[in-house]
Nanobody
Framework: QVQLVESGGGLVQAGGSLRLSCAASGRTFSAYAMGWFRQAPGKEREFVTVISRSVTTTYYGDSVKGRFTISRDNAKNTVYLQMNSLKPEDTAVYYC?????????????????WGRGTQVTVSS
């Protein structure tokens, strides 16, 4: 079992920045690729980004490429999501998730463990 707890969400104006954190406990954190997804009201959960176990490979969804940066600290069992140049359309609940599929999984079914999410609201 892996327990994931997100933090760092909040209300920010368009153009601003937020940094989300996801703290993991349980099994070996470095054994998992770590991803971020988001879900806006009335929409399906959407892939945001993923970072490989080894920290060397990242992959981003088109809507956040160039604005968001994922990182992880395996010594602290934590993954981060730095979000810059935020837009109102980034408003969503953001979830972190852990996967043993491949290097940079991007599909929901490839993830076994999920956090409860943190709300990000971007005002215009």
């Amino acid at each position: 079992q892996v327990q994931l707890v997100e933090s760092g969400g909040g209300l920010v104006q368009a153009g601003g920045s937020l940094r989300l954190s996801c703290a993991a406990s349980g099994r070996t954190f470095s054994a998992y690729a770590m991803g971020w997804f988001r879900q806006a009201p009335g929409k399906e959960r959407e892939f945001v980004t993923v970072i490989s176990r080894s920290v060397t490979t990242t992959y981003y969804g088109d809507s956040v490429k160039g604005r968001f940066t994922i990182s992880r600290d395996n010594a602290k069992n934590t993954v981060y999501l730095q979000m810059n140049s935020l837009k109102p359309e980034d408003t969503a609940v953001y979830y972190c998730a852990a996967s043993t599929y491949g290097t940079t999984p991007s599909r929901i079914y490839e993830y076994t463990y999920w956090g409860r999410g943190t709300q990000v609201t971007v005002s215009s």
